[in-house]
């Protein structure tokens, strides 16, 4: 009993040495991104696409963390929940996705817990952005109505994995009405509403002091190829909507200048800086 309250004291004494320290808030808008994964063996046909008009046909599942001065967004949460990891950490493969990096330990290593998460949101509602959503539960969830109604709707259907967000039916939650919602009043980190892919998809658009403007593009693309087409997934939730919200995001793009981040699109995700790194 005596040695294992020694070892129990060592253990408590050596933990502030290895634990990160709880991150200040930024002077100015950070950006984190997040390895979340990898998708391969993906049909190109079934985004209307031969293989050889193609530069890649995988996926790359980012998650991405802005720290504001007056709070924190997590935007996207990947394909694998953390709790999948066994023990050893060794990869995790479900199906067409693979994991290396579980995401918590991740946002641990820049300061953060899921406790210092001040607002929620997914780009939509698809299973490949929602995995570890259920441990952002006590975060103020982002959400337009008609996506929250779909991933709670009495037969919930289509590429979802309700067992991983559940939780976030009874987080705090803001119904978003405007096409455009300013998460902090600043003008600097903008959610816009972009439906098409899914009843509630929505954009990321943020201001960064030196790297300028962003557009984080959920999946109004997946592929660069898709722009300047009319080709959406066969799996979309409305076509028409999809284009009309792509117009109105390119004329957007135009106007504010922002770089376009395909968020499963390899060769942008490559040439990213990741976490610990991030853009300000
Ligand atoms: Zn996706």
Redesign the pocket.
């Known amino acids: 009993m005596k040695n294992l309250l020694v070892v129990g004291a060592l253990l408590l004494s050596a933990a502030p040495a290895v634990a990160q320290k709880s991150a200040q808030p930024p002077k100015s808008v950070r950006l984190y991104v997040f390895d979340c994964g990898t998708i391969k063996g993906l049909d190109p046909a079934a985004f209307h696409f031969k293989k050889e008009e193609l530069a890649g046909v995988d996926f790359v599942v980012p998650c991405y963390l802005v720290a504001h001065p007056k709070g924190t967004l997590m935007w996207d949460v990947g394909v694998i929940p953390d709790s999948a990891f066994k023990p050893d950490g060794a990869p995790v493969t479900e199906r067409v996705s693979t994991v290396t990096k579980p995401l918590l330990p991740q946002l641990a290593a820049v300061g953060y817990t899921p406790a210092d998460i001040t607002y929620f949101a997914l780009s939509h509602y698809?299973s490949?952005?929602t995995a570890n959503a259920n441990a952002f539960a006590g975060s103020t969830w982002l959400v337009h109505q008609a996506e929250r109604d779909f991933m709670f709707a009495e037969k919930p259907a289509g590429i979802i994995q309700p067992a991983n967000y559940n939780a976030l039916k009874n987080s705090k939650t803001t119904i978003l009405k405007e096409d455009d919602y300013d998460v902090f009043g600043d003008g600097t980190v903008i959610i816009k509403y972009t439906p098409g892919h899914t009843p509630g998809h929505q954009v990321l658009f943020l201001k960064l002091a030196k790297t300028g403007p962003v557009l984080v593009a959920g999946?109004l693309y997946h592929y660069p190829e898709e722009r300047n087409s009319d080709k959406t997934p066969t799996f979309e939730f409305n076509h028409d909507q999809s284009l009309a919200s792509r117009a109105m995001i390119e004329d957007f793009l135009k106007k504010s200048k922002a770089q376009l981040w395909i968020?499963?699109d390899l060769a942008t995700f490559n040439k990213l800086k990741k976490a610990p790194a991030f853009y300000e």
């Open positions: 698809h490949d952005h999946d968020e499963h």
